[in-house]
């Protein structure tokens, strides 16, 4: 990899940068307020020397968001001990990977979804690969690697507000190989676009010099 054209995302440290990121932030919690509370995780890894984002293409055998994309994540069981917990047993019933084989960098802010109530708690964690996948044949039609490019790439985002239940909603998709990426989805993954933005406007460069340097 030439690390002097890389994104900031595809170089060595960014991880651990990341997790210095999301660890001195105060995230911005929701009150459940008779919402069902869920946990999702946000799969990172590396594929031919760039960072990727493991989505799920949802069955429609499945109760909720049905056909659409999606982190591997469900809701919170009486028998988690966390949020955490929920977001690594959901991933490793839903595809297979094993809590043992996520290294949780950390938590990003916590989002309501508009039309079926629930609050989703996102984990960013980071994935082996190459990896046997298992999806569930009930819950997952297909396994998405996605660049994480494309999540920064305006060409491939679209905002709108929508009227639902006679209140403005801002709704977010992206598009990629003619998959129609959007939801609380979608405003996850702005969400953590902005928060690695807003930190190479702070750090203007420096960080990519440390990685660089580093490797």
């Known amino acids: 990899m030439n690390y002097q054209e890389a994104p900031l995302w595809d170089l060595p440290c960014f991880e651990d940068k990341l997790a210095e990121v999301l660890n001195s932030r105060r995230k ?26 493991l989505l799920t293409k949802r069955s429609d055998m499945v ?21 955490m917990c929920c977001a690594l047993r959901e ?16 938590e990003l802010d916590d989002f ?7 609050r989703v708690v996102p984990f960013v964690g980071i994935i082996p690969h190459p990896y046997n ?12 690697s996605v660049p994480l490019n494309v999540f920064f790439d305006p060409a491939r985002k679209s905002e709108a507000i929508w009227i639902f239940k006679g209140e403005p909603v801002e709704v977010i998709s ?3 190989e003619g998959h129609n990426i959007w939801g609380a989805t979608a405003r996850i993954l702005k969400h953590f676009t902005e928060l690695i933005e807003q930190w190479r406007l702070d750090h203007a460069g420096g960080t990519e010099s440390q990685c660089i340097e580093a490797s």
């Open 28 to 53: 911005k919690a929701l009150a459940p307020n008779g919402t069902v509370t869920a946990a999702v995780l946000v799969p990172l890894f590396v594929k031919d020397g760039r960072r990727h984002v």
């Open 63 to 83: 109760e909720h968001h049905r056909g659409e994309i999606s982190f591997p994540g469900g809701k919170l069981d009486p028998s988690d001990s966390d949020l």
């Open 91 to 106: 991933t490793a019933e839903e595809i297979g990977v094993a809590p043992e084989h996520v290294r949780m960098i950390g």
């Open 112 to 118: 309501y979804t508009v039309a079926t109530n629930f």
């Open 133 to 144: 996948f298992v999806p569930s044949a009930r819950e997952i039609a297909g396994l998405l």
């Open 174 to 176: 992206y598009e990629w």
